[in-house]
């Protein structure tokens, strides 16, 4: 049976700074899940627990205080309405909140990609190498890898936009040569030990828009993906309600790129 785009496991809201759009509420993200057939929505704003060492003045204030203000989130027939977060992995390889804290949401996206955050997640001599793609690259491999090294509960983790365009958002031919220098080989590696493990695997609304402009480059780390056996789920991104409009045309798009089945869904368990 073809997969069936049932749901989106990452929204953000006006609590995330990079949003801050008073329409993207709660409400709103609600209607949407309603206009598109979907069971069940996460909101998942930016967080880095108070508790974790190592904010920057952007993630201070993105406490737990600050982005459980959205509870208790609204529930209607035939929706379920989760309450995640979106954590970040820094260049030590060390995530924004304690493992003692995951008990508190339904689910948990973690971003290996965020490249652009000189200085957190990358080393500002790397950020302006003139080798830089090569060592992104590099980095592709190690955090993920490093990220799938820690004792964490992978049942309720979902690895976000792994073809992110943030690897290197300088130019389009930038990014894809960073992917393009990542191994069909490293792929294979880390993503069985991901689907080992049981964490799922984001097809995110943006790495969609970058499918869109070259399939095969950037479809090819999902095809892997699939064959080492590792489950999907789906995440607009959405930091605005336009980008709500056009999730679900993406999602079909990536469904049948991608060749996905219903036995290829992750279940936030």
Request: hydrophobic share 35%; net charge negative; proline share 4%.
């Amino acid at each position: 049976m073809k997969y069936v785009v049932d749901h989106d496991y990452h929204i953000h809201t006006q609590l995330s700074p990079c949003s801050s759009d008073p329409e993207q509420n709660a409400e709103r993200l609600l209607r949407y899940a309603k206009e598109n057939g979907f069971k069940r929505i996460c909101v998942t704003d930016h967080y880095w627990d108070a508790q974790t060492e190592g904010a920057t003045n952007w993630y201070r204030p993105l406490d737990f205080e600050c982005i459980s203000s959205i509870c208790p989130l609204p529930q209607t027939e035939g929706v379920e309405f989760l309450f995640g977060a979106e954590t970040e992995f820094n260049k030590e390889f060390r995530i924004g909140m304690p493992v003692s804290r995951f008990d508190s949401f339904d689910f948990v996206i973690i971003p290996t990609t965020h490249l652009h955050i000189t200085g957190l997640t990358i080393e500002p001599e790397d950020a302006t190498s003139e080798d830089t793609n090569r060592i992104r690259a590099e980095l592709w491999v190690k955090r993920l890898d490093a990220l799938l090294d820690l004792d964490l509960p992978f049942h309720k983790i979902g690895i976000a936009h792994p073809a992110c365009r943030l690897i290197n958002k300088k130019s389009t031919e930038d990014y894809l040569d960073v992917l393009t220098r990542i191994s069909s080989n490293d792929m294979e590696r880390l993503f069985a030990k991901a689907a080992k493990l049981g964490c799922g695997i984001e097809i995110n609304q943006s790495d969609v828009n970058q499918m869109m402009i070259a399939p095969d480059e950037v479809s090819r780390m999902f095809k892997i993906a699939k064959n080492m056996g590792c489950k999907f789920y789906l995440g607009s991104d959405a930091h605005h309600p336009k980008a709500l409009d056009s999730a679900k045309e993406r999602f079909e798009y990536a469904v049948d790129l991608l060749c996905l089945e219903e036995s290829d869904k992750f279940f936030i368990s």
